[in-house]
RNA sequence: GCGGCGUUGGUGAAGUGGUUAACACGCUGGUUUGUGGCACCAGUAUGCAUGAGUUCGAUCCUCAUACGCCGCCCCA
């Protein structure tokens, strides 16, 4: 037998269903926020993931899928969607458009080489965002906010924002200054993970989970701190923004980004009760500079897609997800398969949902398999009526059954049924915050 | 990349170095030859992740491999 790769998953039945719908909501919440839908190849060059996050890190050493094609190239799978993005804003010389800025939005399946566990796949499923071309804050205020309200779309109310400033490259050297200064004299002290994070990445420190609850941490430097004039405003009119947006967040000082492209804002989103990891986004104003465009501020957010259906399957939070059927077409012999064939064409065509028999069953396994399918009505057919023009239709929950003439049964469809297949429905939402009144504190 | 634990039908699982691998759900058929969900009866793993080894004999012990889960590193 073959298995799937490792780390890998079969998405089918109500996941499947699940997982359609949080694309629904994530695309009708970005195209009210007018982001363009983006598709970028699923391989690049290496070297946009090389140059583009950076050639020392362990994550381009040892968890990417790097493979030559027969033509020699040097391909690696994509492990995240920003990347790609702004290449092809470079490539297709993007920012030359007037107006800027570029506001876009993917979602797609990212490799990892990773060892699994739950929650940590090999291939997994991002949605995200970038927006390139502003640096005003009030652009991460919206992507924040955007991010956050396709959560609460979903349903999904224990969503809290961790929100934290990285400053400018300057507030940001003087800040890993200033950590290295104040854990020298700790450093015997310190885990052997840490000993090693001082020299390579003195930010991570701070977020040790071995070395965190030890007294001296309480006192170590805040990068909120350090940061110059221009960073602190930014910041803070970030804030600001947020708390006209209603974005519920907390300034986290922990937050860090490992990778040097990141500037001033960054942020995870988590759930409140659980603290599980929903995603993480920031501004990031050296990449394009990085791949070869003219310097542009650029600030995005990345969402992981099997957390959130597991935490919607977890919660049953999926009332919006059909589990039933209009009807189910019962027959036993050739002349009645002839009509179910033929009404089922007809129902379907007219906007019914319907399944019937597909393997001569007996009736009595056909009412199981109806069942199953959780059908609403079930349409019985009967060679006897079928000769008279009839059909013989029995609402599932009442049991009530009636004869009708073939000839009317899609309008009892219409009668009967009601059009519950809602779409995503923003507006229920709007009118429900609408404190439009507020904004003038 | 490092460490720990696990893997038994379609599913949840019990179990033992020695004949027929429990129990439950599901499924199939029947009681009931065209109106079901209930009930009762019957059937449903020659096999216990894969490969090798130890043994008279292995699902059980040993080793390796694969996959899963948990932790570390890392987290784009």
């Given at each position: 037998?073959?298995?799937?790769?490792?780390?890998?998953?079969?998405?089918?039945?109500?996941?499947?269903?699940?997982?359609?719908?949080?694309?629904?909501?994530?695309?009708?919440?970005?195209?009210?926020?007018?982001?363009?839908?983006?598709?970028?190849?699923?391989?690049?060059?290496?070297?946009?993931?090389?140059?583009?996050?950076?050639?020392?890190?362990?994550?381009?050493?040892?968890?990417?899928?790097?493979?030559?094609?027969?033509?020699?190239?040097?391909?690696?799978?994509?492990?995240?969607?920003?990347?790609?993005?702004?290449?092809?804003?470079?490539?297709?010389?993007?920012?030359?458009?007037?107006?800027?800025?570029?506001?876009?939005?993917?979602?797609?399946?990212?490799?990892?080489?990773?060892?699994?566990?739950?929650?940590?796949?090999?291939?997994?499923?991002?949605?995200?965002?970038?927006?390139?071309?502003?640096?005003?804050?009030?652009?991460?205020?919206?992507?924040?906010?955007?991010?956050?309200?396709?959560?609460?779309?979903?349903?999904?109310?224990?969503?809290?924002?961790?929100?934290?400033?990285?400053?400018?490259?300057?507030?940001?050297?003087?800040?890993?200054?200033?950590?290295?200064?104040?854990?020298?004299?700790?450093?015997?002290?310190?885990?052997?993970?840490?000993?090693?994070?001082?020299?390579?990445?003195?930010?991570?420190?701070?977020?040790?989970?071995?070395?965190?609850?030890?007294?001296?941490?309480?006192?170590?430097?805040?990068?909120?701190?350090?940061?110059?004039?221009?960073?602190?405003?930014?910041?803070?009119?970030?804030?600001?923004?947020?708390?006209?947006?209603?974005?519920?967040?907390?300034?986290?000082?922990?937050?860090?980004?490992?990778?040097?492209?990141?500037?001033?804002?960054?942020?995870?989103?988590?759930?409140?009760?659980?603290?599980?990891?929903?995603?993480?986004?920031?501004?990031?104003?050296?990449?394009?500079?990085?791949?070869?465009?003219?310097?542009?501020?650029?600030?995005?957010?990345?969402?992981?897609?099997?957390?959130?259906?597991?935490?919607?399957?977890?919660?049953?939070?999926?009332?919006?997800?059909r589990d039933d059927i209009d009807a189910f077409l019962m027959y036993?012999?050739?002349?009645?398969?002839?009509y179910a064939?033929?009404l089922a064409n007809l129902l379907r065509?007219s906007g019914f949902v319907v399944e019937t028999e597909?393997?001569?069953?007996?009736l009595?396994?056909q009412f199981k398999r109806a069942d199953y399918f959780n059908s609403k009505y079930l349409i019985i057919l009967n060679?006897?009526d079928?000769?008279?023009?009839l059909v013989t239709v029995k609402n599932n929950k009442t049991k009530e059954e009636e004869k009708i003439m073939i000839?009317y049964l899609i309008y009892y469809f219409d009668e009967h049924i009601s059009d519950d297949n809602?779409?995503?429905?923003?507006?229920?939402?709007?009118?429900?915050?609408?404190?439009?009144?507020?904004?003038?504190?």
């Amino acid at each position: 037998m073959i298995i799937k790769p490792k780390g890998t998953v079969d998405i089918t039945g109500k996941e499947a269903k699940v997982w359609k719908y949080v694309e629904e909501v994530i695309d009708s919440v970005m195209e009210k926020y007018n982001y363009n839908y983006i598709r970028t190849p699923i391989f690049e060059s290496s070297e946009l993931f090389h140059r583009g996050i950076g050639d020392s890190t362990d994550i381009v050493t040892k968890e990417t899928y790097d493979f030559k094609d027969r033509g020699d190239r040097n391909l690696t799978l994509r492990p995240e969607g920003t990347a790609g993005v702004v290449r092809s804003f470079v490539e297709n010389k993007m920012y030359g458009n007037a107006n800027l800025p570029i506001k876009v939005y993917y979602n797609g399946t990212m490799y990892r080489y990773e060892r699994p566990q739950k929650g940590r796949l090999r291939e997994l499923s991002q949605y995200g965002v970038e927006c390139l071309g502003s640096s005003d804050p009030m652009m991460d205020a919206e992507v924040i906010s955007l991010s956050f309200n396709i959560n609460k779309m979903l349903g999904l109310d224990d969503v809290v924002v961790h929100i934290n400033s990285l400053g400018d490259s300057d507030s940001r050297n003087s800040y890993r200054e200033a950590l290295k200064t104040y854990f020298k004299p700790y450093l015997d002290d310190l885990c052997d993970d840490c000993k090693e994070r001082f020299n390579k990445n003195p930010l991570r420190i701070i977020d040790c989970k071995i070395d965190s609850n030890k007294s001296y941490f309480k006192d170590a430097p805040k990068i909120l701190d350090f940061l110059n004039v221009e960073s602190k405003e930014h910041f803070d009119k970030v804030c600001e923004y947020l708390d006209l947006l209603e974005v519920k967040y907390v300034v986290d000082p922990y937050i860090v980004r490992g990778l040097d492209y990141y500037n001033h804002t960054v942020f995870e989103l988590k759930t409140e009760s659980t603290n599980l990891a929903l995603g993480g986004g920031g501004r990031y104003d050296k990449l394009v500079g990085n791949l070869d465009g003219p310097e542009t501020p650029c600030v995005g957010y990345a969402g992981g897609i099997d957390r959130l259906v597991e935490l919607l399957m977890n919660e049953k939070k999926f009332s919006n997800v059909r589990d039933d059927i209009d009807a189910f077409l019962m027959y036993v012999n050739e002349d009645e398969k002839k009509y179910a064939i033929y009404l089922a064409n007809l129902l379907r065509m007219s906007g019914f949902v319907v399944e019937t028999e597909y393997n001569n069953k007996s009736l009595k396994s056909q009412f199981k398999r109806a069942d199953y399918f959780n059908s609403k009505y079930l349409i019985i057919l009967n060679s006897n009526d079928l000769n008279d023009g009839l059909v013989t239709v029995k609402n599932n929950k009442t049991k009530e059954e009636e004869k009708i003439m073939i000839e009317y049964l899609i309008y009892y469809f219409d009668e009967h049924i009601s059009d519950d297949n809602q779409d995503v429905d923003l507006e229920s939402y709007c009118h429900s915050h609408d404190k439009r009144g507020d904004c003038n504190e």
